[in-house]
Nanobody
Framework: QVQLVESGGGLVQPGGSLRLSCAASGSIFSINVMGWYRQAPGKQRELVAGISTGGRTNYADSVKGRFTIFRDNAKNMVYLQMNSLKPEDTAVYYC????????WGQGTQVTVSS
């Protein structure tokens, strides 16, 4: 079992920044992929960004150049630095962990509004 706990969500004005953090604990495999997904009201959950233990990253087109995912393997942490936030980034953001099986955090709300 793997447990994921997110933090760092909140309310921010358009153009602002937020950093999300996710702490993983439990049966962590040395090779895994962690990432961030988001789900806006009435929409399906979508991938925002992912990162492997080797540091390979991928991003949704809508966030490229604005969001950066990075991780600390020693601490089993993954982060999402979000800059130049837009109202359309408003969603519940979920941390994910995959190593043969997918695990999810409880989600953290990000609201971008003036």
């Amino acid at each position: 079992q793997v447990q994921l706990v997110e933090s760092g969500g909140g309310l921010v004005q358009p153009g602002g920044s937020l950093r999300l953090s996710c702490a993983a604990s439990g049966s962590i495999f040395s090779i895994n992929v962690m990432g961030w997904y988001r789900q806006a009201p009435g929409k399906q959950r979508e991938l925002v960004a992912g990162i492997s233990t080797g540091g390979r990253t991928n991003y949704a087109d809508s966030v490229k150049g604005r969001f950066t995912i990075f991780r600390d393997n020693a601490k089993n942490m993954v982060y999402l630095q979000m800059n130049s936030l837009k109202p359309e980034d408003t969603a519940v953001y979920y941390c994910s962990y995959y190593a043969g099986k997918n695990y999810w955090g409880q989600g953290t709300q990000v609201t971008v509004s003036s």
